[in-house]
């Protein structure tokens, strides 16, 4: 035990140990990245089987939400066999579907049978009713007119119900995008990246308005496994059907192409979306006293005068009594 302490304080024995040291560490720093291999090459190849495991989940949360539906089922044997919707074709009214929320082929095929039963449901509705139930004193040429209005009626009739649906469904979305805006913009600033933006707040939207969540979510899934950005978010205005939502799709396609800030862009079509919101609120603000206006007539100003002119009616009608009672004592 002796020896070894006075070899340490050996001059000559700590010059070698300290040579060893160095040449070792000098090996190892060598050796170190030979055995480390590519690791970003393994990072990327971690990203790419992640991101292929989100696309397998959205395109099966797709199906699962029945977004992607078949074309099976009687009618749409029906409208095959007749083929009518080459028949009755319509170029706009895919569009107006999607923008109703009815997805594939299916509703497109209810929508083409509706629209050639219905006119000779109605046309029969009109002509039982005028004919055999109650005539209503009609001459011939107006009983026929009003079969040719029964039959009209039932063919604008599908339109008229996808159009009212679209509408109310966009209102529905308008009511709740800006505050939409709001959090993905938080969500982008956070460091989120787009697609995942769109799935926390298309889950965090639902309380307000079902169908923007669904909008979201769809757009989330398409973003995922489409090959172009530029298309899941031209598929979003496209659905959507708005000038707001359209102008922010298009500053997120520019954002996209150019490489400008997200977040910057997502600030400035928030602001204008509330804008737009507050002005549609002073707008019905403003024609609310014209819409009044035939309501207060009917209404309001006969309670009114009632009101007004009720007491001095029964007043008056109190002082004829009197002055009748005195004519008839001092008679």
């Known amino acids: 035990m002796t020896g070894f302490i006075t070899s340490l304080s ?9 040579a060893a040291l160095a040449m070792f560490a000098t090996i190892l720093s060598l050796t170190m990245p030979l055995l480390k291999g590519d690791r970003l090459e393994t990072r990327l190849k971690q990203v790419t089987t992640q991101r292929e495991r989100l696309r397998r989940a959205n395109r099966d949360a797709l199906e699962k939400r029945g977004l992607k539906k078949d074309n099976s089922g009687r009618i749409s044997e029906i409208t095959g066999k007749l083929n009518l919707q080459k028949m009755l074709e319509d170029p706009n009214v ?38 055999f139930v109650n005539d209503l004193g009609l001459n011939p040429q107006m009983k026929i007119g009003g079969v040719v209005f029964g039959a009209a009626f039932g063919f604008y ?50 309380a307000v308005s079902v169908e923007l969540a669904e909008e979201f979510q769809l757009t989330t899934a398409e973003l995922a496994y489409l090959q ?26 520019q954002a996209e192409r150019y490489g400008t800030p997200l977040g910057d862009a997502l600030r400035v079509m928030a602001k204008e979306n509330r804008d737009m919101r507050m002005s549609e609120a002073e707008k019905k603000a403003a024609a609310l006293p014209a819409k009044l ?17 009720g007491p001095a009616y029964i007043k008056y009608q109190e002082m004829q009594a009197k002055n009748y009672a005195t004519t008839e004592v001092g008679d």
């Open 10 to 18: 050996d001059p000559a024995m700590l010059a070698s140990v300290l």
């Open 94 to 131: 895919e569009r107006k579907l999607i923008q109703a929320g009815m997805r594939g082929p299916r509703p497109l095929a209810i929508f083409y049978f509706c629209r050639f039963v219905l006119p000779m449901a109605m046309a029969l509705v009109s002509f039982l009713y005028i004919f």
């Open 157 to 206: 009739a599908p339109n008229l119900y996808v159009s009212n649906k679209a509408q109310k469904r966009q209102h529905s979305i308008m009511r709740a995008f800006p505050d939409a805006l709001d959090m993905l913009l938080i969500c982008v600033e956070s460091g989120m990246s787009i697609e995942l933006a769109f799935a926390k707040v298309g889950a965090e939207i639902g």
């Open 228 to 253: 172009e950005r530029r298309t899941a978010y031209e598929n979003l205005a496209m659905r959507t059907g708005h000038e707001g939502v359209k102008s922010v799709c298009m500053a997120l396609m």
């Open 293 to 309: 206006t035939v309501p207060m007539i009917l209404f309001f100003l006969p309670v009114l005068f009632l009101v007004v002119l």
